[in-house]
């Protein structure tokens, strides 16, 4: 049941994202629309996958390779639909993101056999926040250079794409997504530096995960400060939303895999 | 000179750079080779407390501190309706455009000043005193931090104050020169209990009494998720586990050697005896000491002048001019302490710069209607989204014959 509702997901989200590629090729809004409904369909088989293995292994996705990477793809398409209900210009985002979302779901599955017991120290309150709010961190920061990808397209030429909205609003969109993903990886800090004073009695210790984590918060930081005291937008912006996105994507899931760290069984997961 | 928003970028880029290259450097991480010289050298084996980054965080503190001062009567003048130079103006409409197109971008309020979502105007304030808060707090915390590592055996009774029992004590420049004066017994000790839906684990149930105040005794069972608070100290459950023997000589009473594993199956602990002669405790397990399902039988030895020897259970052995005996056999646990005085500052100073961090998410703005010769000329404000505004404005059906001339220094945010 678990593989059967994976792997509905799955084609579910390969089908989103083709839609959303031939909705752009061809301006026709309505397909990119099915991809939106395709990437909906595809939550529901993807909730089911994630609560069996909840069931099975007894705790939350935060363990295994399988388990964070295919709960970070479903944060990522559930925030992509609550974003666009909201902001409906952004549905066009869906061709930046889906595909995003379908190449998760493959790392995903390279690891589907691993199950894992989790170690005590996983017995915290804080420790749902931390894993919580990276998840979401890393979801929204996607949005952010997906509508990022976008303005620079639009702005090239406005002609092109119709179903993406004005530049300048993308624009807007990109900064406002940058904003959400700077609380979220605030939240994401604060919330295992909580955890790690429950259990060891220390709030910080400049393991490289958290150190990178605080990098990111402060290039995060920078970009905005270019935005407010520069009065940077635009091309330069977009730009500098990439720098952040590449500062987040290590954080989440280079240096694990690259430097020891106490986080290495959430990627590493054996 | 520190409100400069270029030594702002300066100093944090600064500082990202230094964090984002060390936490690669392959030698924090435990278990890992020591660093090399030139490291050593540069002060790259503890870079964050190197003083090249200790300079760096100063220099930003001191920024934000003067940027702060400047950002709050900025701020005020904002919440007073007192709009900066540069705020945009949008002039020759009536009134019913300025006020449908104000009202949908959710400006609210009665005459002529406009505000959206005015409390959020406060984010970046609250956001910086936040990180204002989190620099010194961090600092205060560090001064008087104080923590260690210790070792118990199950029935061992140590008192934390006591020379040779902590190890790798870390304790701040202004933190107290003894370890807290706490008694800590170890009553049960599981190295490898399985607690439903963990891993096999540690847990360890815990006397802990103040030796000054008798009425100050706690019990409480621990592992690594939680520790137990006795005063301002609070004991956390470590990883290291090992056997330790009971050991009954006349000259030292009775006392516990923690052995340590060499091989799967053999623990050791090299002593000096009272006669200055060195002796060597091992203990041989029929299966891995570490084997969750018991260590099968077990034999201890001991050695002098390489010659080993057996020891029945109560069985005498020559320890310097005397004779001593192993009475038992027990399991040793690890555990560390930590007083973290101002922890709760650090606290509100996260809780700030989150308050900050969320409030800076609602777009804000300002707006003043002016009436001009019948049309409303109207100045605003915005923290984001000012071009879009503009954009809209200037596509509105109600444009009339004069469209709006957008004021060239228009900005987005101050």
Redesign the interface.
Known sequence: MQTVTFWGATTLYALATAFFFVGMVFGKKRTSDWGRYAAFAGLFPHAVAIGLRWAEV??GPYSSRYEVISSNAFVLVAIYLIATQAYRQLRAVGVFVMPVAFLLMGWAVSAFGVK?????????YWLFLHIGFAKAFGASLIVAAGSAAAYLIKRRDPERLKSLP?A??L??YT??FL??S??FL??MI?AG??WA????????G????E??A??TW??F??VL???????W?GKRMAWLTFVAFG?GMATLYV?TL????IHNSYLVGK | MFRSPRLALFTLCLTMLYTAVVCWLPWLASATPAPPAWAVRLGLDHPFRSLPFLAACLLLFVNTLACTCDRFSRTLRLWRGELPPFAMALAGAGDRKTGSLLSAYGFRGHGALLFKNRFALWGGFVLHVGILAIILSVALQQAFFDGGAFEIAEREVVSLDRPGVVMGRDAGYFARKTPPRIEVALDLFDANLHQPGYAPDRRSRLVVADPDHPERRLTGTIDRARGLAMGDATIYQAIPSGFALTLEAPQLGTRSIHLRGKGDRTAFADLTDPAGEPVRFLLDAEHSLSDPKGTGRLAVRVERRGVSRTLLPGESFQFGPGEARITGIARWGGFTYARTPGIGLVFAGFALALAGCFLMIFPAGVARLAENAGATETRIYLTRGADLLRMEWNDHPEQPENPAQPDSDSQEIA
Not at chain 1, 225 to 231: A, E, G, Q, T
Request: proline share 5%.
């Open positions: 007894g705790h894992n017991e989790v170690p005590i120290i996983f017995k915290s004005e300048e609003r624009d807007l900064y406002q904003l959400i700077f609380l605030g939240v604060v530096s909580l004073h429950q259990s060891w009695g220390r709030y910080w400049w393991d490289p995960i150190t990178s605080l990098a402060i290039a930081g920078v400060h270019f935005r407010v005291l520069h009065r937008s500062f240096v690259v430097v020891p760290t």
